[in-house]
Each structure stands twice: as C-alpha cells, then as structure tokens.
C-alpha cells in the first residue's frame, strides 16, 4: 500500500487518459523557474549527450539523468547505468523534483532516476513503452518545463487507436498500474510556445524506481 492508502495522492488529477492522470499547471510559473535553475545545474555537472539507439540511430532528444541511475542507449543497448557516458557519476536528484515525486507518485519508494529529455526544436519521441525498470508496479512521474508538447498514448500493445493531449509548463503526468505498460510517444513541441526557457525547446523530466 503507498504512503497515501488505497486512494493514491490526495490531490485529484485534472485529467485522466487511459489511466494516465494529469495534473495540469501543478507548478506555479515561480516553481517550474526554480525546477528549471536546479535542472541547469545537474546539466552543468553531467553534460546533454546524444542517444544512439541499438539499431544506430541518433535520438532527436538530448539526455541526461540524475540519481543512483541514468538511462542510456548506445549500440550495446537500452539500459541504467550508475554512470554518465563520461565517466561522472550522476547528481543527486534535484530537491523540487523530490518534493513533486513525494506529492503525487503515491509510491513509498524513492525515485532512483531522474531523466531528463531536452527536446530542441524539431525532436520528437517514438512510441515506446518504459520496460527497462525491474518493478512494473512501480509508477513513473513526468514533469514538463518549456514548450508545449503533443503526447500521444496508445495501448498495451504496439498498434491500435490512440489518444493525444498537449502536455505543458508545469504539468506532471503519473503512469501507474495498467497505465504504466501503454504505449507513449511525443509527436511534435510547439516552438515558442512558452517563455521559460531563454532558448526554445522542451524539458521532460520522468522519475522512475529501478531496481
Ligand atoms: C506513459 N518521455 O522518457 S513523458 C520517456 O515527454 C518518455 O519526454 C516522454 O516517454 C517525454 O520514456 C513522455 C510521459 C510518459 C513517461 C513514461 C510513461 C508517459 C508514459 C510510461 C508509461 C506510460
Ligand atoms: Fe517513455
């Protein structure tokens, strides 16, 4: 049972898709600057890298992580590692981003990755399903800063109809039971659509427990 009971966090979601619960504008626009400061600090200490995926494609996204693991992917495959592609340890995961974990994830664990997704103008992600964890019951929380992103979510299997939602500054998403295995992708980012960044371009933030 998580720390909140049965009934989860005690805030409702403003949305829910296929059991994907949204919270929109969960951060204040004074908060999502401050998350935005920490999060430029943990890529300060452990620099945006390129993903290449196994088959040997480049990611649009630029990547980095905080906490115990990152996820990366080169040509030896998709996985965490308790170090940057550079030899550094990761950060410790930010305190802001502990706090929005603590509120909504519902999980009594603590998130061990803090990933982070740097969509410039252009990039976008595949759909894909998050299954690189060792605990499906665990949830996955995501965090959006900058420009506003067209999320699609699909089934539990490859294929079939799907379902959108633009995600924004300072919504947070939580995946949890049934929802955590769904197909999910990000289509397109709005280019201008938000001031926050002083450059265009998006900011996904997802927290998972790995081991
Ligand atoms: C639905 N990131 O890092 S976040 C990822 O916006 C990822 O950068 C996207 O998918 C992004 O793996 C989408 C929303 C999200 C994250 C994990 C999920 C949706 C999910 C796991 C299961 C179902
Ligand atoms: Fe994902």
């Known amino acids: 049972m998580s720390k909140f009971g049965e009934t989860g966090p005690g805030v409702p979601p403003t949305?829910?898709?296929r059991g994907v619960e949204l919270w929109q504008s969960w951060l204040s626009p004074a908060e999502q600057q401050a998350m935005l400061a920490e999060i430029r600090a943990v890529a300060a200490r452990a620099p945006l890298f390129v993903?290449?995926?196994p088959s040997g494609k480049t990611m649009s996204v630029r990547m980095t992580a905080a906490g115990?693991?990152?996820?990366?992917?080169?040509?030896?495959?998709?996985?965490y590692e308790p170090h940057h592609p550079d030899g550094m340890d990761w950060p410790p995961?930010?305190?802001?981003?502990?706090?929005?974990?603590?509120a909504l994830s519902g999980s009594a664990r603590a998130p061990e990755c803090c990933l982070v997704n740097?969509?410039?103008?252009?990039?976008?992600?595949?759909?894909?399903?998050?299954?690189?964890e060792a605990d499906f019951g665990e949830?996955?929380?995501s965090i959006s800063l900058g420009d506003e992103a067209l999320f699609r979510i699909g089934n539990a299997t490859r294929g079939g109809k799907t379902e959108s939602v633009w995600l924004r500054?300072?919504?947070?998403?939580?995946?949890?039971?049934?929802?955590?295995?769904l197909f999910h992708g990000i289509d397109r980012v709005k280019d201008g659509s938000s001031a926050l960044?002083?450059?265009a371009g998006r900011i996904n933030l997802t927290l998972r427990v790995v081991t």
């Open 15 to 17: 949305l829910c898709l």
């Open 51 to 53: 993903p290449v995926t």
């Open 68 to 79: 115990r693991f990152g996820w990366v992917t080169d040509k030896a495959g998709y996985r």
């Open 93 to 102: 995961i930010p305190p802001s981003v502990l706090a929005a974990w603590e």
């Open 118 to 132: 740097y969509y410039p103008p252009g990039a976008r992600m595949g759909m894909h399903q998050d299954r690189d």
């Open 139 to 141: 949830p996955v929380l």
């Open 169 to 181: 500054s300072g919504d947070v998403l939580r995946m949890a039971g049934d929802a955590r295995l």
């Open 197 to 199: 960044l002083r450059d």
